[in-house]
């Protein structure tokens, strides 16, 4: 699976924007970017994908980079229950075969919120 | 209900006793996953299933066996564990018809296994 490489802690304040930056240098062009967050004694939640343009949904906003090296989740106003462990996963397009089902964990980054 | 359920939430075991995890999706998924999460590493995938049949089985200890009775149902058989397979187990379900795309998967709450 291509790795993706993200910080291990990162500090907002509520209420502010927020950008999760992740680095997929040796991405392919069948990956889909993905996003999950794990809350405190949670499962995994999935918050948001793309493959090549940027995304919005009610969660977040994903912006992919042009040559899709690398990829920002945006959290546009950050509360406390946004305090998590988020997660960027490269996952393979269903088409391409082979072990397209893999959702490969890293240790993620770990989103502290301040009040 | 809603999403994915798992149950117990909350299981202690001996090491000799035999005990099953159970997971249902609602979800209309046709592929269901186990993950094990232990203290401080990465979720690690166990097994997959697709429309039933299991199509990935990551180097799991035989003391770990999963049965997929139809879409909506996982089960996790345990059998003669050991102390360092306490973690949380957690259980996941996404669509998996071949195709273009990129299914987001599911997560149920876990169930957190302590194997004394």
């Known amino acids: 699976d291509a790795k993706t490489t993200q910080p291990n802690s990162m500090e907002s304040n509520e209420e502010e924007p927020v950008h999760l930056p992740c680095n997929h240098s040796t991405i392919s062009g069948t990956d889909y970017i993905h996003w999950y967050r794990q809350l405190p004694s949670q499962g995994p939640e999935y918050v948001i994908h793309g493959l090549t343009s940027n995304v919005n949904n009610r969660m977040a906003s994903l912006a992919i980079a042009e040559d899709r090296k690398s990829s920002t989740l945006i959290l546009h106003r950050a509360t406390l229950r946004d305090a998590a462990v988020y997660y960027c996963i490269l996952r393979g397009d269903m088409a391409s075969g082979g072990s397209n089902y893999k959702l490969t964990f890293g240790k993620g980054t770990l989103l502290t919120v301040n009040p | 209900e809603t999403g994915v359920t798992q149950t117990p939430r909350h299981l202690v075991m001996g090491m000799t006793n035999k005990k099953s995890l159970k997971c249902e999706q609602h979800?209309?998924?046709?592929?269901m996953y186990w993950y094990k999460q232990s203290a401080k590493k990465p979720l690690e995938l166990m097994f997959v299933y697709s429309l039933e049949e299991r199509v990935e089985n990551n180097s799991v200890p035989s003391r770990f066996s999963p049965e997929c009775p139809n879409s909506s149902h996982l089960f996790l058989h345990l059998h003669t564990l050991q102390p360092e397979d306490s973690a949380l187990y957690l259980c996941?379900?996404?669509?998996?018809?071949?195709?273009?795309?990129?299914?987001?998967?599911?997560f149920g709450p876990g169930t957190r296994l302590t194997v004394t």
């Open positions: 996941a379900s996404s669509q998996a018809y071949p195709g273009q795309g990129s299914y987001e998967q599911y």
């Open positions: 979800l209309g998924h046709n592929a």
